[in-house]
């Protein structure tokens, strides 16, 4: 597909990353402030019809419900008269009890759809998540694969690396790159790991979140003492390590009685699950490398996981967040989701200068960055300043506020989610049904 002339001229604020020849993936990238950036500018309108898309979602975890749920369901409330969006977990309509499925042409949201949407492996496993694309492709859909993770480059200490490994999921992920006709991911260095991989267009769409939900408007608590929150799932045993102490010396810097620190994330009793699952065995692993040095003062606290729509929550009970990462692809590929989780409540973000926290933390201005091999002293030094210094800490948190306040707002990118499917569907020469894509 050749460009046309007008879509080479330079445009400013854009970096393009293209290099198209034939049979080269078109890779779409994007610039901060507006969360998508197509290949090339232009305009381009869809016909009168709606466009109908059916999201395939594996569960209403995390990824499905920042990456699907959460921005389908806004983008058809901001563009009702564009978009009709249906949601099924299990499209293909199987009954595992019966071993059964329906024809294809019986498929009811599959017949009905232009796009599917599929993102990461579904609940329903590997074969299963590469047969809704496979026949997606068949029934004439445009294909839309999501992933936030980078999943083909799981790292030994990854609770799930194991199964991937034995259930070939890396390989079945890479099936899904390469026949999907767009393939969205979170951030460009993300991108650039699997472009080789994807058989047509690439892109990077940010997370987003409704901040109109009760979650993201709970009133700030307040506190005599300086409240640090770590929000993560004990997936996190590794990156932990890299925090090692770091709540012990910070207390003795500061008095135990100024800071209180809190870990949220622990998974809710279940009288059901497995006494051997692999969070029964990694979470005491975890929860040790957090609590290393608080012996004779318990000042913190440990609080139970909550569903991703009430994950806000956390938020209104802190101070300062952190987010501590070790380096390797797989982290380096992550999303600044924790941005636009502490910007809506105005807290100052300390990160690990890994993944893309580079786009929207400044040092000293909205948050700051500590380098992935940097010695423990940096952590301490940083977080005993914001302990101290409660000004700052308000300055820093307005700062990130103002800067993200837009970028992560799903109504707001509605429209560029929407451009992305009218640009992708022309690139790839996809049709409709029952009328012109384009006029």
């Given at each position: 597909?050749?460009?046309?002339?007008?879509?080479?001229?330079?445009?400013?604020?854009?970096?393009?990353?293209?290099?198209?020849?034939?049979?080269?993936?078109?890779?779409?990238?994007?610039?901060?402030?507006?969360?998508?950036?197509?290949?090339?500018?232009?305009?381009?309108?869809?016909?009168?019809?709606?466009?109908?898309?059916?999201?395939?979602?594996?569960?209403?975890?995390?990824?499905?419900?920042?990456?699907?749920?959460?921005?389908?369901?806004?983008?058809?409330?901001?563009?009702?008269?564009?978009?009709?969006?249906?949601?099924?977990?299990?499209?293909?309509?199987?009954?595992?009890?019966?071993?059964?499925?329906?024809?294809?042409?019986?498929?009811?949201?599959?017949?009905?759809?232009d796009i599917v949407f599929v993102a990461n492996i579904l609940k329903y496993g590997g074969p299963y998540?590469?047969?809704?694309?496979?026949?997606?492709?068949?029934?004439?859909?445009?294909?839309?694969?999501?992933?936030?993770?980078?999943?083909?480059?799981?790292?030994?200490?990854h609770h799930l690396y194991e199964t991937y490994r034995d259930n070939k999921l890396d390989e079945i992920t890479k099936f899904c790159y390469f026949n999907a006709d767009l393939v969205t991911v979170t951030q460009v260095k993300f991108a650039k790991r699997i472009q080789?991989?994807?058989?047509?267009?690439?892109?990077?769409?940010?997370?987003v979140i409704d901040y109109s939900?009760?979650?993201?408007?709970?009133?700030?608590?307040?506190?005599?003492?300086?409240?640090?929150?770590?929000?993560?799932?004990?997936?996190?045993?590794?990156?932990?390590?890299?925090?090692?102490?770091?709540?012990?010396?910070?207390?003795?810097?500061?008095?135990?009685?100024?800071?209180?620190?809190?870990?949220?994330?622990?998974?809710?009793?279940?009288?059901?699950?497995?006494k051997n699952s692999w969070e029964a065995r990694v979470w005491p692993e975890y929860m040790q490398q957090l609590l290393r040095g608080f012996k004779g003062h318990k000042n913190y606290n440990i609080h139970y996981a909550l569903p991703p729509n009430d994950y806000g929550r956390y938020y209104a009970g802190m101070d300062v967040a952190i987010a501590p990462l070790q380096m390797n692809n797989f982290n380096d590929s992550k999303s600044d989701i924790k941005v636009a989780e502490c910007s809506r409540y105005k807290i100052p973000l300390v990160a690990s200068n890994v993944g893309c926290y580079d786009e929207t933390i400044i040092n000293g201005e909205t948050g700051y960055l500590i380098d992935h091999d940097a010695p423990r002293s940096e952590w301490v030094k940083i977080l005993s300043k914001l302990c101290k210094d409660k000004k700052h800490r308000i300055e820093l948190g307005q700062n990130l506020h103002d800067r993200t306040k837009d970028l992560f707002d799903g109504r707001k990118q509605?429209?560029?989610?929407?451009?992305?499917?009218?640009?992708?569907?022309?690139?790839?020469?996809?049709?409709?049904?029952d009328s012109p894509v384009l006029l």
């Open positions: 597909m050749a460009l046309r002339k007008s879509s080479k001229r330079k445009i400013r604020n854009l970096r393009l990353r293209h290099k198209k020849t034939k049979g080269e993936p078109v890779f779409l990238t994007q610039v901060l402030g507006s969360g998508l950036v197509f290949l090339y500018p232009g305009y381009y309108y869809m016909s009168m019809r709606k466009l109908k898309i059916l999201v395939v979602f594996a569960n209403h975890g995390g990824c499905s419900y920042y990456r699907q749920l959460s921005p389908m369901k806004m983008m058809e409330e901001v563009m009702p008269d564009k978009v009709e969006v249906r949601y099924n977990d299990n499209p293909l309509e199987v009954d595992p009890d019966k071993n059964y499925a329906p024809p294809e042409d019986k498929l009811t949201d599959m017949n009905w759809a998540t590469a047969r809704v694309i496979g026949i997606a492709k068949k029934l004439g859909k445009f294909v839309h694969f999501d992933t936030d993770d980078l999943l083909t480059d799981l790292y030994e200490e080789p991989l994807v058989g047509k267009c690439l892109a990077v769409a940010r997370n939900l009760p979650a993201w408007n709970h009133p700030r608590t307040k506190a005599k003492f300086t409240r640090i929150g770590y929000a993560a799932g004990i997936h996190h045993r590794g990156d932990v390590k890299v925090f090692n102490a770091v709540p012990h010396l910070v207390n003795q810097k500061v008095g135990r009685e100024n800071v209180q620190w809190n870990f949220y994330g622990h998974p809710p009793p279940d009288p059901n699950k497995d509605s429209k560029l989610r929407y451009d992305l499917y009218v640009q992708a569907i022309r690139d790839t020469g996809h049709k409709l049904d």
